[in-house]
């Protein structure tokens, strides 16, 4: 339990320095932005490659990967059934990105300082990373594209409108898995699974200049989101939304890792360390993918923004607690 606290500890005075660096404005009004960019772009491949590549691969496709995967669309199916019992009058479109919200973790900008510092390995992240980037992504965008063309498809007096032709989403969809392809974490995790698999060495001065890059991400991860802190207001113009919001950090900050917890114990036997992984990294807050998602389809994006706000101003105590509770 001490070591935990420990690499809590250190998670938070890191945060806490770029809560310092944004309050002071001393990098500027455009730190936050490019230090993220620096992260997921350059960073976080190298460090989940160089990861993966020593990592037993039976470990990161094995049971974790099975709890993050099924704990996750439990969640959001729990959410779903809540959200139309409790707010019926609601959009289904709406309704996913509400459950995506309730479901998807910060995997990479806090689940691998988390995985690196509080467990001492950050590839216990890669099986959550995998599963929302190859599987979930996919999912919800299909389900997306579905529900918002059966919703254009009607007008308001039930009389069929006209809509995008099936060519034409298919073409979307097409183009939205092509770009989670390209996704930089997934090309570093693969690449980092191929080696692995392979047994493929690298020059010492390649790998070293890797590993080097990979350095940065997890610091800069850290004091991006302290800055993102700063000035932030969660439920401030919730627009008729807040009991939307409710429910979903609700949902993921305490019915996500219990999910996470039954699963990990009674279906996959976890216990010790491997139970305590599972449930702290289902307590990570809501990815801010959710609310790109909120966005790039203009539904749901008042409770999508402010779930991630709530979520990321409480997770890491209730991170604290589950492991405290599990210790």
Not at 272 to 286: F, S
């Amino acid at each position: 339990m001490g070591q935990v606290l420990s690499g809590f500890t250190v998670v938070w005075v890191i945060i806490g320095v770029g809560m310092l660096v944004g309050r002071t404005g001393v990098l500027g009004p455009e730190a936050r932005p490019v230090l993220s960019r620096a992260a997921f772009f350059i960073g976080s491949p190298a460090l989940l490659f160089t990861t993966l590549a020593t990592a037993d691969v039976g470990a990161v496709l094995g049971p974790q990967l099975g709890v993050a995967a099924s704990s996750g669309l439990l969640c959001a199916a729990l959410h779903m059934s809540l959200s139309r019992l409790l707010l019926p009058r609601r959009a289904n479109s709406e309704r996913i990105i509400h459950g995506l919200s309730a479901s998807m973790v910060n995997s990479a900008n806090l689940g691998l300082p988390v995985a690196a510092y509080v467990f001492g390995d950050a590839a216990l992240a890669a099986p959550v990373i995998l599963f929302q980037l190859a599987l979930y992504t996919p999912l919800y965008i299909t389900a997306l594209e579905a529900t918002l063309s059966a919703e254009s498809a009607r007008a308001p007096d039930g009389v069929p409108a006209a809509g995008p032709t099936p060519f034409s989403r298919r073409r979307r969809v097409l183009r939205q898995l092509a770009q989670t392809g390209r996704n930089p974490l997934i090309i570093g995790s693969l690449g980092g699974l191929v080696v692995s698999l392979t047994g493929w060495g690298l020059p010492d001065p390649l790998w070293d200049s890797i590993e080097l890059i990979g350095g940065l991400s997890i610091p800069a991860m850290l004091i991006a989101f302290g800055m993102s802190l700063v000035g932030s207001r969660p439920l401030r113009r919730a627009e008729g939304r807040l009991p939307d919001t409710l429910l979903a950090a609700g949902c993921k900050l305490v019915l996500h890792p219990l999910a996470a917890w039954t699963i990990a114990a009674q279906v996959f036997a976890l216990s010790g360390q491997d139970l305590l992984v599972a449930v702290v990294l289902a307590c990570l807050p809501t990815a801010q993918n959710v609310y790109v998602a909120a966005v790039r389809y203009e539904t749901g994006e008042v409770v999508a923004k402010d779930a991630v706000l709530l979520t990321t101003v409480l997770a890491i105590p209730v991170m604290v607690g589950a492991a405290a509770a599990l210790g």
